[in-house]
Nanobody, 120 residues
Framework: QVQLEESGGGLVQPGGSLRLSCAAS????????WGWFRQAPGRQRELVAT???????NYADSVKGRFTISRDDNKDAMYLQMNSLKPDDTAVYYC??????????????WGQGTQATVSS
C-alpha cells in the first residue's frame, strides 16, 4: 500500500559525495518516521540514520559528521547527503518509512535499495 523508491546511488571515489533520495507513494495519510539502512556484502543490515516528525536526526557513530538525513514532507521524500565517503561505506542503501494509512491502519515499508560504491 505504500511504495518507497530510492535513487541517487552510484560509483564515487574516496572522499567524494553522493545524495540519496527516497520517494513515497501510495495510500498513506502521514509519515512519522524515515530511516536509512545499509547492507554490505557478507554483513548484516545496519542502521545509518533516522529522522522523526520532530525533525531531530539520529546517526550511526560511523557516519556522524559525514552524512546528513533530511525530509521534505511536501514531497513525501527523504534524503541522505553523504560526504567524505570511504570504501567502508560501500553497500546497498535501503529506505524505510512508517506512518499511518488513509484507512486508519499503519504501515512500515522498505524500498528495494540503491547501490553506493566507494572505490578508486
Amino acid at each position: 500500500q505504500v511504495q518507497l523508491e530510492e535513487s541517487g546511488g552510484g560509483l564515487v571515489q574516496p572522499g567524494g559525495s553522493l545524495r540519496l533520495s527516497c520517494a513515497a507513494s501510495g495510500s498513506f495519510s502521514a509519515i512519522s518516521y524515515w530511516g536509512w539502512f545499509r547492507q554490505a556484502p557478507g554483513r548484516q543490515r545496519e542502521l545509518v540514520a533516522t529522522i522523526y516528525n520532530n525533525g531531530r536526526p539520529n546517526y550511526a557513530d560511523s557516519v556522524k559528521g559525514r552524512f546528513t538525513i533530511s525530509r521534505d514532507d511536501n514531497k513525501d521524500a527523504m534524503y541522505l547527503q553523504m560526504n567524505s565517503l570511504k570504501p567502508d561505506d560501500t553497500a546497498v542503501y535501503y529506505c524505510n518509512a512508517a506512518g499511518r494509512l488513509r484507512n486508519g491502519g499503519t504501515f512500515d515499508s522498505w524500498g528495494q535499495g540503491t547501490q553506493a560504491t566507494v572505490s578508486s
